[in-house]
């Protein structure tokens, strides 16, 4: 067994636009023939201009091919938080690997997309490196999200119904993940929770309930809203120890926030699963 690592060239979104962006100068990145499988994907992001209060980073990434079976495959990287009004400092988050195993065929032209779920006033490079191997490194994996972001509540210990996930033909959820990321910042306010999964699709009766990657605003007017650099909160299962689902389920997501907010945060529930 022989790894392969290739990246993209990074793409800029579009400024104060949610609109889907193709990556590597709007062209797909070919797969050397010889390579069996692509392993995994490690996306990237960086502003390119000077951020401005309020807002959060919050990029959804999805690949597509008409040459090998990926799809679904969208998921979310990390949230990156501004802050209110004077913020010191703003932290990026730790690269993340998004496990895929999905089977190659001669040469296949895979296409990665960007796409911003909130507006920002600056555009983004949006990069990504595939991991490649000569063999098969374990059983493939989709991802899926829901089409579009929730809004948390604003009084403390209130429980908001997210969007709902679609699983076509799995066979196994492989992991339960969740992103929050605030609308506003404000000083000595926090992002803390937890995040609920539950279907009659799921084909065990237990609970499936952990808490997100909390987040912190400062005291005073340079209220940066810090995240943990890894910015998501990830709940991943071994091989044959996951969730078993029915032909086709629908999963309800559920996020409870326990501290009070000025403004709802944007909540993103997403999964991965085999087949």
Same mark, same amino acid.
């Given at each position: 067994? &022989?790894? *392969?690592?290739?990246?993209? &060239?990074?793409?800029?979104?579009?400024?104060?636009? &949610?609109?889907?962006?193709?990556?590597?100068?709007?062209? $797909?990145?070919?797969?050397?023939?010889?390579?069996?499988?692509?392993?995994?994907?490690?996306?990237?992001? +960086?502003?390119?201009?000077?951020?401005? $209060?309020?807002?959060?980073?919050?990029?959804?990434?999805?690949? /597509? %091919?008409?040459?090998?079976?990926?799809?679904? !495959?969208?998921?979310?990287?990390?949230?990156?938080?501004?802050?209110?009004?004077?913020?010191? %400092?703003?932290?990026? $988050?730790?690269?993340?690997?998004?496990?895929?195993?999905?089977?190659?065929?001669?040469?296949?032209?895979?296409?990665?997309?960007?796409?911003?779920?909130?507006?920002?006033?600056?555009?983004?490079?949006?990069? +990504?490196?595939?991991?490649?191997? &000569?063999?098969?490194?374990?059983?493939?994996q989709y991802w899926n999200t829901p089409d579009a972001l929730s809004t948390g509540g604003t009084t403390i210990n209130t429980r908001t119904t997210l969007n709902t996930i679609t699983i076509t033909d799995g066979r196994e959820i #492989? *992991?339960?993940?969740?992103?929050?990321?605030? #609308?506003? !910042?404000?000083? *000595? #306010?926090?992002?803390?929770?937890?995040?609920?999964? =539950?279907?009659?699709?799921?084909?065990?009766?237990?609970?499936? %309930?952990?808490?997100?990657?909390?987040?912190?605003?400062?005291?005073?007017?340079?209220?940066?809203? /810090?995240?943990?650099?890894?910015?998501?909160?990830? =709940?991943?299962?071994?091989?044959?120890?996951?969730?078993?689902?029915?032909?086709?389920a629908l999963v309800n997501s559920f996020y409870t926030n326990r501290d009070a907010k000025g403004a709802g945060s944007s909540v993103m529930p997403f999964i991965s699963f085999t087949r």
């Amino acid at each position: 067994m &022989t790894y *392969s690592l290739a990246t993209v &060239t990074p793409t800029s979104t579009l400024a104060a636009s &949610t609109a889907e962006v193709r990556l590597n100068s709007d062209s $797909p990145i070919q797969v050397p023939d010889g390579i069996n499988n692509i392993v995994s994907a490690i996306p990237y992001y +960086c502003p390119t201009g000077a951020f401005s $209060p309020d807002e959060s980073y919050v990029t959804r990434v999805r690949l /597509q %091919s008409n040459d090998i079976s990926i799809e679904p !495959a969208r998921f979310m990287m990390s949230g990156v938080n501004t802050g209110d009004a004077a913020f010191a %400092s703003v932290q990026a $988050p730790i690269l993340q690997e998004y496990n895929l195993n999905i089977p190659n065929a001669n040469g296949a032209n895979v296409n990665i997309y960007a796409q911003p779920m909130v507006n920002n006033t600056v555009l983004t490079l949006v990069g +990504c490196e595939l991991v490649y191997s &000569t063999s098969s490194t374990g059983s493939q994996q989709y991802w899926n999200t829901p089409d579009a972001l929730s809004t948390g509540g604003t009084t403390i210990n209130t429980r908001t119904t997210l969007n709902t996930i679609t699983i076509t033909d799995g066979r196994e959820i #492989t *992991s339960l993940n969740a992103l929050v990321a605030p #609308t506003t !910042a404000a000083a *000595s #306010t926090h992002d803390a929770g937890e995040i609920e999964f =539950q279907s009659s699709d799921f084909q065990v009766p237990f609970p499936y %309930s952990f808490p997100i990657q909390p987040s912190f605003a400062g005291l005073g007017a340079a209220a940066a809203q /810090q995240t943990n650099p890894i910015g998501l909160s990830r =709940q991943k299962f071994p091989a044959g120890h996951g969730i078993p689902l029915a032909p086709r389920a629908l999963v309800n997501s559920f996020y409870t926030n326990r501290d009070a907010k000025g403004a709802g945060s944007s909540v993103m529930p997403f999964i991965s699963f085999t087949r």
